[in-house]
Each structure stands twice: as structure tokens, then as C-alpha cells.
Nanobody, 127 residues
């Protein structure tokens, strides 16, 4: 059973920064990708960022709303990711979820591309 553990989050003023970390365990092979999504009440989960591992290379994908402000990085073991969030805005307030993909897919920017999910961590940006 794959376990996904998130850490970080909290309360920050607009313009500030936060760091989220995620570690997976329990998979007998490398993850194909690890993604961050976020969700606010009444809305679908929104893709934030992900490293995608393919053919010995790493590709980094970002959602349009965070591009240029958030940076995702990953460890060599392909089971750890860190999301650095800068220039935070009140509209970044959400529960942030980490997810891991156990198969190759074209859908890493959607929730369908991931097999295992963490419980989420709250990020609140005050104005």
C-alpha cells in the first residue's frame, strides 16, 4: 500500500511564501510522477504542479495560475517533492493535496493521472 505524506502549509500574509513537502512510501517501483493539486469548497481539484519522470529525464509542469510564482523540485529517489510557493495571493487559499502516479499516462495534469493521494494540508493566505 502506497502512503503519501504531506507537510508544510499554514497561514501567511499576501506576498509571503510557504513550502510544502511530500514523501511517498510503499511502492515497489519508482513513481511516474508526483503532483500537487488544490481544492476549495464547491470546486474541483485544480492542478498546481508536478515533476514527471520519463526516459531518465524530469519534466516539470505547472498550472497557469501559479506559473512564475511556484517552483516544484524533486529528489533523485523520485519519492519526494517540494513545492516552493512565493508571492502568495488570497486566491491561493485552498487545501493542497499531494498525489503519486504509479503508471505512465498522458493525464498528469488531471486527477485521473494519479493513483494515491495524501490527506491534504491547508494553505491560507490573508489579504
Amino acid at each position: 500500500q502506497v502512503h503519501v505524506a504531506e507537510s508544510g502549509g499554514g497561514l501567511v500574509q499576501a506576498g509571503g511564501s510557504l513550502r510544502l513537502s511530500c514523501v511517498t512510501s510503499g511502492r515497489s517501483f519508482n513513481n511516474f510522477a508526483m503532483g500537487w493539486f488544490r481544492q476549495t469548497p464547491g470546486k474541483e481539484r485544480e492542478f498546481v504542479a508536478a515533476p514527471i519522470w520519463s526516459d531518465s529525464r524530469t519534466f516539470y509542469e505547472y498550472g497557469d495560475s501559479v506559473k512564475g510564482r511556484f517552483t516544484i523540485s524533486s529528489g533523485n529517489a523520485k519519492n519526494t517533492v517540494v513545492l516552493e510557493m512565493n508571492s502568495l495571493k488570497p486566491e491561493d487559499t485552498a487545501v493542497y493535496y499531494c498525489a503519486a502516479a504509479g503508471k505512465a499516462t498522458y493525464y498528469y495534469r488531471t486527477t485521473d493521472g494519479y493513483d494515491d493521494w495524501g490527506h491534504g494540508t491547508q494553505v491560507t493566505v490573508s489579504s
